[in-house]
């Protein structure tokens, strides 16, 4: 990737004053947030040696190249979106940050929704763990309706009997 092209993680920098030195090992991530942005931008770029040098060794043990490569080359990167930060400061131990990974797989948009934690090691920024989010359900506002309940249309007739039929 060109070092003057927008960054993948949409920080509004370029990729060379953003996470490009990050993953290069040229400078370290001086966040949480910061070393999130990088590892999004690994899989945009296809470095996903630097996913396993970023992590802690518990996730490094665990860590599957082959498939992380997969991914991100199957993968159509469309951005990154920090929702929220918790600590992950440069006088932090530890950080939290929850985000959401935009990309196309397979013809489908996908939004991967993530609260993710970060530990301070005496090399750097690690990733330790990430929790997925799941959207939360709809919720109906009103009471159900029962099908032997008036219709609410005011007919008369019990629901089942009327605008609940076929239902």
Same mark, same amino acid.
């Given at each position: 990737?060109?070092?003057?092209?927008?960054?993948?993680?949409?920080?509004?920098?370029?990729?060379?004053?953003?996470?490009?030195?990050?993953?290069?090992?040229?400078?370290?991530?001086?966040?949480?947030?910061?070393?999130?942005?990088?590892?999004?931008?690994?899989?945009?770029? /296809?470095? @996903?040696? %630097?996913?396993?040098?970023? *992590?802690?060794?518990?996730?490094?043990?665990?860590?599957? #190249?082959? =498939?992380?490569?997969?991914?991100?080359?199957?993968?159509?990167?469309?951005?990154?979106?920090?929702?929220?930060?918790?600590?992950?400061?440069?006088?932090?131990?530890? /950080?939290? @940050?929850? %985000?959401?990974?935009?990309? *196309?797989?397979?013809?489908?948009?996908?939004?991967?929704? #993530?609260? =993710?934690?970060?530990?301070?090691?005496?090399?750097?920024?690690?990733?330790?763990?990430?929790?997925?989010?799941?959207?939360?359900?709809?919720?109906?506002?009103?009471?159900?309706?029962?099908?032997?309940?008036?219709?609410?249309?005011?007919?008369?007739?019990?629901?089942?009997?009327?605008?609940?039929?076929?239902?």
């Amino acid at each position: 990737m060109n070092k003057e092209e927008s960054c993948p993680c949409k920080s509004g920098k370029t990729f060379g004053e953003c996470c490009g030195p990050v993953i290069a090992g040229e400078r370290k991530a001086e966040s949480a947030e910061a070393l999130m942005r990088a590892r999004y931008t690994s899989y945009v770029t /296809g470095d @996903v040696d %630097f996913l396993r040098v970023s *992590s802690t060794k518990a996730v490094q043990a665990e860590f599957d #190249e082959a =498939s992380s490569k997969a991914w991100s080359k199957a993968a159509r990167w469309h951005g990154l979106e920090i929702i929220s930060t918790e600590k992950g400061g440069p006088g932090d131990d530890e /950080g939290v @940050v929850e %985000f959401r990974a935009l990309y *196309s797989a397979n013809d489908e948009f996908c939004n991967h929704h #993530e609260v =993710s934690h970060f530990v301070k090691e005496a090399d750097g920024w690690k990733f330790a763990d990430g929790e997925l989010v799941g959207e939360k359900p709809a919720r109906r506002e009103e009471p159900k309706i029962g099908r032997n309940d008036p219709c609410p249309c005011g007919s008369g007739k019990k629901y089942k009997k009327c605008c609940g039929r076929g239902k």
